[in-house]
């Protein structure tokens, strides 16, 4: 009878190929999961060492992925949902700025992402290997509890960005309606009253946009990937047809430079190109982190392959061309009662005053519908799904998949996102300085993982805290881990929030763009050399067999 439930403990946990799939983390009491434990009241905790899983390292939704259904085309319309928003459009369209022309600026675009193509497969081959999201495989070079404090800096970022994107979408929905339906933009005017920063209808918009999102993710992962499935090729449809406008309307007038803005030649040109290309691989920092959270659904890695490189080069090379079109189309093509008493720069490089310039009733309110899908799909992605997963790290058998996203929804409330963006030393020291750890972070963890470990991982230690565990380490924290971390950490964040260094090159580039690869690197570097003749790694290798 012990021999039975330590067998079903196996299939349940993961641990064994030829268990039967149990349902994707969020999905509840769906293909008999809920029987299962009701079955066996030890709720699932034995391991085939005879180990006790402990509550403080296993729920649910952290143990390995058994369900291995998100095929190219899911991870395909992943990308597609994280490039394609407002954000995405304004990062690459601002590079317009700085004094690159049409073919840099795609140029630049095109090697940043076919560098995330590569860095984002190494993530993913660990998510699809292990079968763990992202807190828990920083559980092997962080050490048990130690993994909850990388869990926390990506979680921490993932709500405040969380807050600001609901936000910002929630005033571009406003702006958009004002547009069709002038008569509402009195309940916005400044004789309104504010409650805690926002209008009664700004509010009313942020809590819907809220709502929609926090539905969404509540369902769990399976109706993250049906979602996406479906809200990707959807807001490419909007996105061609926003180009194929803006061509046609600017004519013979079309030009890939922009009026008022100085190309570059030389060095200066140079400098910021390169620094185009590593803005290119920090935009998508955050998810090199925790790309794994997804890919550890994937049944190979022949699909991650395929779907990134649909999703990052492939995709990502169409949305340039299309914001290259867009951007330098209505600079050409828009006149300055058009810009409706803006400047031209603040216009060309924001979507929804684009829309707003073209004054077309029809365009706004599919503009309007397209923006709301486009924050919906990055937020889930980028931000929802990975503040989840490390909050419910923090505290597994108190916090599961659902509340740790209802957590995170409900403290991107409490942080007021609107106050937050609008202060630009708050967002520039805040979000800048947690933004510093993530290369450090990737460096540390996929080190360990690829050069110290050589991918081998021994999953079941990552759920009991027996003190001769592979990852247990000192009281489960790897303090190697943490020397490595706080040295590197220091450095990319003098690099990106000293203002010194932010005019230091040639054309007015500074080194912040290079953080993320400084503090990545030097991180790897540090921690490597620290662990290179470790006795735990030693014995790792010895144990465990590809």
Partial sequence: MRQNSLRRAEDIMGLKDESPATPSPG??????????????????????????VSDRLWNADLAPARQRNWKVRSLFALWMCDVHSIAGYTFAAGLFITGLVGWQVFLALVLGITLVYFLMNFAGTAGQKTGVPYPV?????????????????????????????????????????????PELAALEGPEVPHILGLTPIGWTAFLVLWAVQLLVIRRGMETVRKFQDWAGPAIWVAMFALAIYILVQAGDRFSLSIPGVAPLDGPAALAQFLAAIALTVTYFSALLLNFCDFSRFSPDRRTIVRGNFLGLPVNFIAFALVTVVVTAGAASYFTEEEYRGKDMFAVITDPVAIVQAINDPFITIIAAVTFVVATIGINVVAN??????????????????RRGGLISAVLAIVILPWNLFSSPIVIVYFLGGLGALLGPLFGVIFTDFFRIRHQRCK????????????????????????????????????????????????????????????????????????????????????????
């Fill in 384 to 401: 929802f799904v990975s503040a989840s997963y490390d909050l419910a790290n923090v505290a597994p058998h108190r916090i599961d998949f």
């Fill in 137 to 181: 495989l920083a559980r092997m070079s962080f050490g048990l509890f130690g993994a909850n404090l990388a869990a926390l800096v990506r979680a921490l970022i993932a709500i405040a960005w969380y807050g600001i994107q609901t936000w910002l979408a929630s005033e571009a929905v406003l702006v958009l309606l004002f547009s069709v339906w």
């Fill in 27 to 52: 999905d509840g009491t769906a293909d008999g999961t809920a029987e299962q434990v009701a079955e066996f009241p030890e709720k699932v905790r034995i391991l085939a060492e005879g180990r006790i």
């Fill in 459 to 546: 999953v079941s230690d990552l759920y009991h805290e027996d003190e001769n565990g592979l990852y247990f380490y000192t009281k489960g924290w790897n303090l190697k881990a943490i020397a490595a971390l706080i040295p590197a950490s220091v450095v990319a964040g003098v690099l990106a929030l000293v203002p010194a260094l932010q005019n230091f090159l040639p054309g007015g580039s500074g080194l912040g763009p290079y953080s993320w690869f400084v503090g990545a690197l030097l991180a790897s570097v540090i921690y490597f050399f620290l662990t290179r003749d470790d006795a735990r790694t030693k014995r790792a290798l010895t144990e465990v067999h590809d």
